[in-house]
């Protein structure tokens, strides 16, 4: 059985101010799209940036045999929201844009403005799969582009990039935090005995701050001694299957020629040891082709695909 995540790039239908202008530019999209999830042949597919839920539906009727889709109600200013694919139906055990109890508002730009929850929903299901129950949250965490007033992506000096860099930060850090507090219900402390997976774009890579917020205890990390030695921390703790994956497909966007892995999929102890095989990309050992991203998103628009890379793991059973 394979899971995965994947960042499918403004799926918007055609009209929106972020998606392809055309019909023929989104035909290609969907096609392209299709073709990777095709070669996947995931049994759960957690997606970001879908801007149009009807546009996920078009993509899920280019694909073989019955598929389920869920989304979360909670998208960005942009429209864009969190979902699954799912082959089987899945069952929403939550949806939520809240911060946790006791973190507050993180400041959001210059002024008096406040981020008072997630950008973007996270949505949980549960699915029935041949070992049993799955339960799976998928996330989109803030962007580490900076974006600055008057809809500008380069700053007017080098304070207020620092600035504005710093308010993205404690949004994600925020929302790191918010979705650590949601895998901490999902897994209820019976990590050795639930499958639980968090996984998503969480826009930064495996040792940054914010995605280490996610794992909850240290230690016992995939490559450390301790990995394979129990301890009390194991039924709360989550894996970043990161290590699993070949190092020269250790990448799901190349930002500025430069290789990221800022897509993950973080597992339970009774998960992570199903484990057989982890990648980005198609199914196969190839390193993903993917394009070089420019500093102005706007540039992208309505190209085919994505400019992530899906990662995935296989299970046994």
Avoid: C
């Avoid at 023929?24 to 879908?50: H, M, N, R």
């Avoid at 993903?288 to 309505?302: A, H, K």
Wanted: charged share 25%; glycine share 10%.
């Amino acid at each position: 059985m394979l899971l995965g995540t994947w960042n499918l790039e403004n799926l918007y239908r055609p009209g929106s101010p972020y998606g392809p202008k055309d019909k023929a530019a989104y035909d290609t999209k969907l096609a392209a799209l299709a073709a990777v999830i095709t070669e996947l042949d995931p049994a759960l597919l957690g997606v970001q940036e879908v801007g149009d839920p009807e546009a996920l539906a078009d993509l899920a009727g280019l694909l073989d045999g019955d598929w389920h889709v869920a989304l979360s109600a909670y998208p960005d200013e942009r429209g864009i929201r969190v979902g699954f694919l799912s082959r089987t139906e899945p069952r929403v055990v939550a949806d939520t844009n809240a911060f946790p109890p006791k973190v507050h508002p993180v400041q959001s730009d210059d002024g008096t403005a406040e981020s008072t929850h997630t950008g973007r929903g996270f949505l949980a299901v549960e699915v029935t799969t041949a070992g049993g129950t799955l339960t799976a949250a998928v996330a989109h965490l803030k962007s580490k582009l900076l974006s600055y007033p008057g809809g500008r992506f380069q700053p007017r000096d080098e304070g207020e990039r620092a600035r504005f860099g710093a308010y993205a930060l404690y949004r994600r850090a925020a929302e790191a935090t918010a979705l650590r507090a949601l895998a901490d219900d999902l897994l209820a402390g019976a990590g050795k005995t639930r499958d639980v997976v968090v996984l998503g774009d969480m826009n930064d890579e495996v040792q940054a701050a914010t995605t280490q917020i996610l794992l909850g205890p240290p230690g016992s990390e995939i490559g450390t001694t301790g990995y394979k030695t129990p301890d009390k921390g194991d039924e709360v703790r989550l894996w970043d299957v990161a290590p699993l994956i070949p190092a020269d497909q250790r990448y799901s966007r190349i930002n500025s020629g430069r290789r990221e892995l800022i897509d993950h999929i973080l597992a339970s102890h009774h998960l992570i040891h199903r484990v057989t095989a982890a990648g980005t990309g198609g199914p196969t050992a190839t390193a993903p082709d993917l394009p070089s991203i420019p500093e102005t998103p706007g540039e992208r628009r309505g190209a085919p695909g994505s400019d992530h890379a899906p990662v995935w793991v296989r299970l046994e059973g």
